[in-house]
């Protein structure tokens, strides 16, 4: 009596596979739905970070120049190098510093209240409207935010200069502002004036003028859209593994494995099946996604390609174990966020700044996600990566092994 | 000589502390259908899974087409067929696909499903999907599926359980189709019709353990009661009357009534298969 081979075997459980992932219209839906919505997600969010910080200040800085001439020419400075303090001024915007110049205190103390409105036409000049006094929109020009201003009083650089006790400076900042700027505004004035009152500050510089702590990223800082692709991966991932657990668990609950287990095909076939399937979709899918946002790249592609399979096959051992277990559709899906919510708090920790706390390094799908992270954003290589992307086996030898181990059980306790 | 097809001696099977099985001992011969008769819960079941390779027994030996059972044997999982008691099909996939799945599973290159399902009475529906199908087109998907491969041996458990008598009818005569090819057919069952009226021999299980395992006809000559019914005109009245023929003066009596001018009809009475399961355990077949 001649009997199938395995690979007969498998390929047919496959496509069976295949035709009943097909026909399940619920994650069919769901996984397209998901798909859209992270492709859209990903190009709806903007891929470039402002560094510029918008200021306010009274009055414009020309006027506070041109006030102090007699005091900078005191000082020895050359008309020369006044005009220069002036186009320095001038050219701010160009350095990251948005000026919102504006003459009257009570314009600018309105403006950051929100009482006015700041428009700057396209040739720089700007606007103020009053909205609830019925302005119209001025045409040709782009809104400005303003949330923090400084208010200088009239002569501002002489009265420092010559050291008059009652110059008052105002820091106006909306609720918003956070405490950082309106400290580092505060500072900036207190060394403006003792700059100009030609007195050592009371602390030693460091020799350097900045600390970066980690890569340097000013001027090409990472923006948010660059920050959901690995999450966005993830997601697809989560779907998959909500579509392969339920595949697993009407398997178990109708019992129709046991039908297969009575023919020449064995547990081995079945749980290959099971896994290469759960793989391949989840693979796809993520690489999908990938491709979409414009992941890959010439020399990051193998890594990505690597990663998501180590994801791929880590969710897949985890659908194994909930499918297992899950008793209804609800249990299911209860169990499947109980086991790949903390899988996913990884690829969240990227969208905030800072590196991962101790707990959130050891989750299982932490290094995939460096690995991840470090090839789409910071270009990272297999010379880098190749340690985590051991660890993410390691992982996968976990989860996926726990997963054959929890379905095996389950096939041959039916 | 043929040889047996299922030879079975003392199995033993126990969930836990509940003996399920207990020293079962039967053959079933090729072309034989062997009836297991037995209330819910007496291990009918049981047995057909220690058999299929889903369970193994705690003790005693079985081989199946001189093959020992208790081990991933492809070679006999190939020749065997089973009808599970649920109806495990793929609801999602259609009759056609349902048992094309199958057949590639047992390496059957170019399957007749089509034939099979004619053989059942659902060609015109093999392109629906499973979950379309009624109770009794789902039980006749569930027999398709147990021929596909033209086994040499049929697990059939309850295969007509709930249906109406014209589906169990047409089942019941592709069960018997299945036997005149040459497969040996172990069915179980608690219809006491269905056994009677399928089976070459029927097996009496209680509580896990044979009772009795005979051709119905010897089980009722063993151990049923022979009688007669006769009914006689009193009068007005029509009076029945029960002589029990093993009983002393039983033929006189009969002879008596015959000759009677009163004698209106004169039935003789068989025992059911219940009565004599009755008899046996002390309880009913449901």
Redo the contacts between chains.
């Keep these: 009596?001649?009997?199938?081979?395995r690979g007969?075997?498998i390929a047919?459980?496959l496509?069976?596979e295949l035709?009943?992932y097909s026909?399940?219209k619920l994650y069919l839906f769901l996984t397209v739905l998901t798909l859209v919505f992270v492709v859209a997600a990903f190009w709806l969010m903007p891929d470039r970070v402002d560094e510029s910080i918008t200021l306010g200040i009274s009055p414009p800085l020309q006027t506070i120049i041109e006030e102090g001439t007699e005091v900078f020419t005191a000082m020895g400075m050359a008309p020369e190098q006044i005009e220069e303090l002036q186009r320095a001024g001038l050219s701010a915007g160009d350095e990251g510093l948005d000026l919102v110049e504006l003459e009257r205190e009570e314009d600018l103390s309105a403006v950051i209240e929100g009482k006015l409105e700041v428009w700057r036409t396209d040739d720089g000049r700007l606007i103020l409207r009053d909205r609830e006094a019925g302005q119209e929109k001025p045409t040709g020009a782009r809104r400005v935010t303003v949330g923090v201003g400084i208010a200088l009083p009239r002569g501002f650089i002489s009265r420092v200069a010559s050291g008059q006790q009652d110059t008052v400076v105002t820091v106006y900042s909306d609720a918003t502002v956070p405490p950082q700027i309106r400290g580092a505004m505060r500072s900036f004035v207190r060394e403006a004036a003792y700059q100009l009152a030609g007195r050592e500050l009371p602390v030693a510089l460091p020799e350097e003028d900045t600390i970066i702590l980690g890569v340097d990223r000013a001027g090409r800082q990472v923006s948010v859209r660059q920050k959901l692709v690995p999450m966005l991966a993830f997601m697809i991932l989560l779907i998959e593994t909500f579509a392969m657990a339920s595949l697993i668990s009407v398997e178990v609950l109708?019992?129709?494995v046991?039908?297969?287990?009575?023919?020449?095909?064995?547990v081995f076939d079945f749980l290959a099946s099971k896994s290469i399937f759960g793989t391949a979709l989840a693979l796809f899918q993520g690489l999908i996604v990938l491709g979409l946002v414009g992941a890959f790249t010439a020399t990051n592609w193998s890594l990505l390609v690597a990663a998501v399979f180590i994801g791929a096959m880590m969710f897949t051992g985890v659908s194994m174990v909930v499918g297992s277990a899950g008793k209804d559709f609800l249990g299911q899906i209860f169990l499947a966020m109980l086991f790949t919510v903390p899988l996913i708090i990884p690829a969240f920790s990227v969208l905030f700044p800072g590196s991962a706390a101790a707990w959130v390094k050891a989750l299982p799908t932490y290094p995939v996600l460096h690995a991840l992270v470090e090839a789409t954003i910071y270009e990272a290589t297999w010379a880098t990566l190749w340690p985590w992307l051991l660890g993410g086996l390691g992982w996968v030898a976990v989860l996926f092994g726990a997963g054959l181990f929890v379905l095996k059980r389950k096939v041959e306790s039916? | 000589m043929t040889e047996p097809a299922i030879v079975v001696e003392g199995l033993c099977y126990s969930y836990g502390n509940i003996e399920a099985v207990k020293d079962v001992s039967f053959q079933v011969m090729p072309g034989e259908i062997l009836g297991f008769l037995g209330p819910n819960g007496a291990g009918k079941s049981t047995t057909i899974k220690i058999l299929?390779?889903?369970l193994n027994p705690k003790r005693g030996t079985a081989r199946i087409l001189d093959r020992e059972i208790g081990h991933?044997d492809?070679?006999l999982?190939?020749?065997?067929g089973?009808c599970?008691e649920?109806k495990?099909?793929?609801?999602?996939?259609s009759g056609l696909?349902n048992l094309n799945?199958?057949a590639?599973?047992?390496?059957i290159k170019k399957p007749d499903s089509m034939g099979v399902l004619r053989r059942v009475g659902l060609a015109d529906r093999a392109k629906d999907?499973v979950h379309t199908y009624s109770k009794g087109m789902r039980q006749r998907m569930m027999i398709s599926?147990a021929f596909i491969?033209q086994p040499r041996v049929l697990f059939l458990d309850e295969p007509t359980d709930g249906l109406d008598p014209v589906t169990a009818a047409s089942i019941r005569k592709t069960i018997k189709e299945e036997a005149e090819r040459g497969a040996a057919v172990l069915l179980t069952t608690h219809d006491m019709h269905e056994a009677d009226e399928l089976s070459d021999r029927v097996a009496f299980i209680n509580g896990g353990e044979i009772v009795a395992l005979d051709t119905a006809e010897n089980l009722k000559l063993e151990h049923g009661t022979r009688s007669v019914k006769v009914r006689l005109r009193e009068g007005d009245d029509v009076r029945e009357e029960r002589i029990v023929l093993d009983e002393d003066g039983a033929s006189d009596r009969i002879a008596k009534l015959a000759a009677s001018k009163d004698l209106m009809t004169i039935h003789t009475e068989e025992a059911s298969l219940e009565a004599i399961f009755i008899a046996l355990t002390g309880r009913g077949l449901e």
Excluded: C, H, W
């Excluded at chain 1, 046991?258 to 064995?266: E, G, K, L, Q």
């Excluded at chain 2, 999982?77 to 065997?80: E, K, L, T, V």
């Excluded at chain 2, 590639?104 to 390496?107: E, I, K, R």
């Design positions: 009596m001649k009997t199938p081979g007969s075997i047919a459980l496509k069976k035709i009943a026909r399940d109708q019992r129709t046991t039908a297969i287990m009575v023919t020449p095909a064995r039916l | 299929t390779g889903q991933d492809p070679i999982q190939a020749q065997i089973v599970f649920e495990n099909l793929y609801l999602n996939m696909e799945f199958f590639s599973l047992f390496g999907r599926r491969n």
